[in-house]
């Protein structure tokens, strides 16, 4: 791990406003940055940085902090699919996405998963203060201009009834995942993955996992 990446000692927390905050992204650069910007906010402290998924989830198991910052894209692959095992494990630390991802439907789909903020990169400066501050009081913020186009496009239908979590494990069985490996992915146990596949299949009156890959492709679930 860079120099400047372990967790840092935690801080004298007597004032009850102070927001305590892990950041987790794969840049140094960034992490130094974000790091700066929230800790010359008066009643702010950040606990650690992680530079992957698995040093945030230790970081935010030993810390407890109020705010878990979330690159959506580390290193080993998207994050998104990891928040609601989060927000699970760790129902009292709040998470704010960051990302350079700007369109509705990743905003769209984070939030639904249970993220509270969603701040581009390109406006972390102006918005990342303000966005940990609402998440630390259990508001939202979206930024506003991704804001008024989320609100501009409707949700996509869901396809035959299934849940966001069904399409999440059909899409990932359509990849060529196991039950074991999906339930790696998004952070379920296995028997869980198995009762998802089961309702899946018979929402879709599926039985083979070719049928379950031409069914993603047609429906564009997955790249053709």
Do not use: W
Request: aromatic share 4%.
């Amino acid at each position: 791990m860079a120099e400047g990446d372990a967790a840092l000692a935690p801080q004298d927390s007597g004032d009850p406003r102070r927001i305590r905050v892990v950041i987790a992204d794969d840049h140094a650069v960034v992490r130094r940055g974000l790091r700066q910007l929230l800790e010359v906010e008066e009643g702010f402290e950040v606990c650690a940085v992680a530079s992957d998924l698995a040093d945030a989830r230790r970081y935010v198991r030993g810390h407890h902090p109020d705010v878990l910052v979330l690159d959506l894209n580390l290193s080993e692959g998207p994050s998104l699919a990891a928040i609601p095992g989060l927000r699970d494990e760790f129902p009292d630390t709040q998470i704010v996405v960051l990302t350079m991802q700007n369109e509705p439907a990743y905003a769209r789909q984070a939030l639904s998963a249970g993220a509270l903020g969603y701040v581009l990169k390109e406006a972390a400066e102006a918005e990342l203060v303000e966005a940990v501050r609402r998440a630390a009081d259990g508001d939202t913020y979206l930024n506003p201009r991704l804001g008024a186009r989320v609100a501009a496009e409707p949700p996509p239908g869901l396809p035959d009834g299934l849940s966001e979590r069904e399409v999440e494990v059909l899409r990932l069985i359509a990849l060529g995942h196991t039950n074991a490996e999906v339930a790696e992915h998004l952070f379920l146990s296995v028997r869980t993955v198995e009762t998802h596949r089961a309702h899946i299949q018979q929402k879709l009156r599926l039985n083979s996992r070719s049928e379950l890959v031409g069914y993603a492709l047609e429906h564009g679930l997955i790249g053709n």
